[in-house]
């Protein structure tokens, strides 16, 4: 199959779809800043359920306006969504997004098509219980939550 940059595409990648290249920089600029990563990362960590923006400013140690500034950047790039239950705000990593800009990245990486190549995020499917969440102390000097240390590689 062709795509309409006149590359050869796998049909598997109209799964997700092609991520137009002014998409991608949004996602990209969005991702740009070392606040918004952790936010990203910790939200793509929390799965479909997502969590209360509460708790992503408990766990990252940021104030109430600074986080909403950042949830709202990651938003309107298209990498977030959120809802509200009750009096609380729950965000989520949009899924299908985080794989188009993966895909947009890789596209016929190698004279490749992507598709063939790269795995996908496809998380549980969300429970139908709430969480639980407790109030942790937030991290002293910006830190990263655990479970968030870059990957290592081998040497």
């Known amino acids: ?10 049909p598997n990648l109209y799964i997700f779809g092609i991520m137009e290249k ?9 991702l740009a800043q070392g606040s918004r990563l952790d936010i990203y990362r910790l939200l793509v ?3 479909p359920d997502g969590m209360p923006a509460g708790h992503i400013g408990e766990q990252l140690g940021l104030p109430s306006a600074t986080l ?4 709202k950047e990651l938003k309107n790039a298209g990498l977030a969504g ?28 190698c004279r490749r098509p992507a598709a063939r190549h790269l795995p996908l995020c ?8 709430p969480r ?4 942790a102390k937030p991290l002293k ?3 990263r939550p655990a479970g968030l240390e870059p990957a290592t590689r081998p040497l």
Request: hydrophobic residues 50%.
């Open 68 to 71: 909403a500034f950042h949830l």
């Open 141 to 143: 000097n910006r830190m």
């Open 22 to 30: 002014k998409a991608a920089l949004a996602a990209l600029a969005a």
């Open 1 to 10: 199959m062709v795509g309409r940059s006149g590359l050869t595409v796998s």
């Open 82 to 109: 959120c809802t509200r239950n009750g009096r609380s705000l729950i965000y989520a990593a949009d899924y299908p997004a985080m794989n188009e800009l993966l895909l947009f990245l890789a596209e016929n990486c």
């Open 132 to 135: 639980v969440y407790t109030h």
């Open 45 to 47: 960590q929390a799965g």
């Open 122 to 129: 496809q998380p549980a499917a969300a429970t139908t219980a």
